[in-house]
């Protein structure tokens, strides 16, 4: 059982370089998420996707690009990195819950981005 | 908007001793959800709470939702170091997302 994988693990930018996180799930989960997660601040939302081809502004969305051509997929792109985009960044999905809430979400192991 | 406040920020306890973490809505919420990450790791679901006064118990951990459903809390009885981690509430009130809410940070010294 895979469930939900990032890719890469890790990875060190130059302030100005563009990178873009994949994340993948094999759950057929209708709902991705991206979270970053900072010292004291929690997991706070980039973008999210409702479902294929659909995308949405998180709580933290400028600086990030997402998109979700495929179901499975939901990839987070950085056109021109800054050092406070530095931080350990998780993809997530889950399916539609009772009553349209959302249902668990499933995390991803994380990817770590420091960028210089 | 939905803000989710979760308290202690951190708390350190001796092995055996209890642990209590409170989580308050600013909105009346559909329903709550509890992770657990243990450091280094990724948030894994623990457990989701629905009903007004629902309380629910997984082995030494019980959760419960408040009456008025705008709080939780997470009871551990005897810790152990295996529940070494960062607790963090979520919350849900009708958007398309659940709302974290910034973790408490528990550390268990044998």
């Known amino acids: 059982n895979a469930g939900v994988t990032q890719t890469p693990k890790f990875r060190v930018l130059k302030t100005g370089q563009s990178m873009t996180l994949l994340c993948a799930q094999d759950m057929n989960h209708e709902y991705m998420y991206w979270y970053r997660q900072d010292p004291g601040m929690g997991l706070r939302l980039i973008h999210y996707s409702v479902g294929e081809g659909t995308t949405a502004k998180g709580e933290v969305p400028d600086g990030y690009n997402v998109s979700r051509l495929k179901k499975q997929n939901f990839l987070l792109g950085l056109e021109s990195a800054a050092p406070s985009q530095t931080s350990v960044y998780f993809c997530?999905?889950?399916?539609?819950?009772?009553?349209?809430?959302?249902?668990?979400?499933?995390f991803g192991e994380g990817s770590r981005l420091t960028v210089l | 908007g939905q803000q989710v406040m979760q308290i202690p920020q951190y708390q350190h306890v001796q092995e055996g001793e209890d642990f209590t973490t409170y989580c308050n809505s600013s909105?009346?919420?559909?329903?709550i959800q509890w992770y657990k990450q243990r450091p280094g790791g990724h948030p894994v679901f623990l457990i989701q709470?629905?009903?007004?006064?629902e309380v629910k118990k997984q082995k030494r951990l019980t959760f419960q939702f408040g009456e008025a459903k705008k709080n939780s809390s997470l009871h551990i009885t005897a810790t152990q170091t295996t529940d070494v981690g960062t607790y963090f509430c979520?919350?849900?009130?009708?958007?398309?997302?659940?709302?974290f809410g910034k973790g408490t940070m528990l550390l268990v010294s044998p």
């Open positions: 997530a999905s889950s399916y539609l819950g009772l009553a349209g809430a959302t249902g668990e979400l499933f």
């Open positions: 909105t009346t919420l559909s329903n």
């Open positions: 979520a919350g849900y009130s009708g958007y398309s997302t659940l709302t």
């Open positions: 709470l629905v009903k007004s006064g």
